[in-house]
RNA sequence: CGGGGCGUAGCGCAGCCUGGUAGCGCAUCUGGUUUGGGACCAGAGGGUCGCAAGUUCGAAUCUUGCCGCCCCGACCA
């Protein structure tokens, strides 16, 4: 894509009413535009990024075995009256009234709805364990919508819903999605922690929340530093065979927000294993059991002829909100930083002086081999100065620069900025374009 | 919802206390000089001062009401 044709409103003052790094750094970078309190268009830049992140979600998900689907974003109030939550739901939830004077509501979530999907195709234990999710759009009446995108009212969420027999099938469900979110979060460049959550009425053990480690984050949080470095399972794991041990592994170490502390049992992890940091939540999945299958009669016809509700879970994940996240975790003074993964595009290349014959070829030239490559790269070449155009570089975070100026093209050499460490590397154009193409500077 | 604050040009702000026909920086447009880390000079355009009442000869400025937005708290992916 070329600059000149892109649509890249970057602001160079920070606007008042934006706190946090991740909020100004948006709005600056022309990724966001906010529309009404907690609502944002998502421009070109920023709409790039949110669909990357939303793949990396999607991917892990069909790789744990969850399918997906589309939910609307509609629904109407029957279904919530049944499960008797469209009157505790309260303020929260944005009531509608079509021309015919039915009461609607702009989904908060999903149980209701593929609850009563559930049962209307799925009646025998044959039919289940089953995972179903999608994403899409939620929408929440905060009290007070903050931080920008990550405490939006408008906001985009991958939901899944587990389908089981009982509670031990259910927790192998249950186990799938926990790995998953490890997977996931790793790929998005985060580390991210999970937590016991509480699990409120329900009760059970089967309720975590993960937490992304950021110093502005929004909560305080303690654990075991061991979570913290002990990575994702990766991408070999076999969803089909016994996650348990994996889970236990992270479930045995302290960790806890705020509200589940408990200072004693921190209290025992070594000293020098102790962390409290601030995190930001990212994720949550939970096990409900029968919440909504009973009231709602979703039952199974068990082995032994008799009908009991299908055990469930859900499993979110704020996409929108992990935007927010991911800058929050890897930002400078200059800008955002985005991870390979998510990066809105896979290298600039900066034309110094656009115009000048032998800029332009070697720009244009280079611009062709990388899109040939399978690289996207957003080549700038607009007629702004070199500072501006490094400015504007920075600022929207693109892991690798290339720029291309005549005193550099004199000597036959470019150069390669990596904009996490801010080195750079002089060669020829060749072996730039070579090097980016086969993603040599990944490394370092 | 309790507490606090802010709405003046696209963005960031001053002016308000002490009423007198609106200003600065950035951005934009024109011309020129520039060109390796947000250039310089000269000129130009752009504002129902959030909205509505009221006080006054006169309101961005004072009063009242409403709307919008932000921050702290309680709540949440």
Known sequence: MRLSRFFLPVLKETPSDAEIISHQLMLRAGMIRQQSAGIYTWLPLGWKVLQK???IVREEQNRAGAVEMLMPTL????????????????QEMLRITDRKKRDMLYGPTNEEMITDIFRSYCRSYKDVPKLLYHIQ???????????????GREFLMKDTYSFDTDEAAARKSYNRMFIAYLNTFTRLGLKAVPMRADTGPIGGDLSHEFIVLAETGESEVF?????VEMGAPGASVDFDGD??????????????TEEMHDPAAFAAVPKHRQLSARGIEVGHIFNFGTKYSEPMKANLTHPDGQDRPVHMGSYGV????????????????KGCIWPDSVAPFDLGIINMRAGDGACDSACDGAYASLVAAGLDPLYDDTDNRAGAKFATADLIGLPYQLV?????????KVEVKIRRSGETHELSLEDAVARLAAKDFANG
Do not use: N
């Open 318 to 333: 704020g996409v929108s909100r992990l935007f927010g996240a991911i800058i929050e975790a890897h930002h400078d003074e």
């Open 53 to 55: 992140i939303e793949q």
């Open 404 to 412: 291309v100026g005549p005193r550099g093209l004199k000597e036959g």
């Open 75 to 90: 629904q109407s109030a029957d279904l919530w009256r049944e499960s008797g939550r469209y009157d505790d739901y309260g």
């Open 243 to 256: 996650l348990q041990p994996l889970v236990d592994q992270r479930t045995a170490l302290y960790a806890a």
């Open 137 to 151: 759009w939620k929408f929440r009446d905060e009290i007070r919508p903050r931080f920008g995108v990550m405490r």
């Open 223 to 227: 654990c075991h530093a061991d979570l």
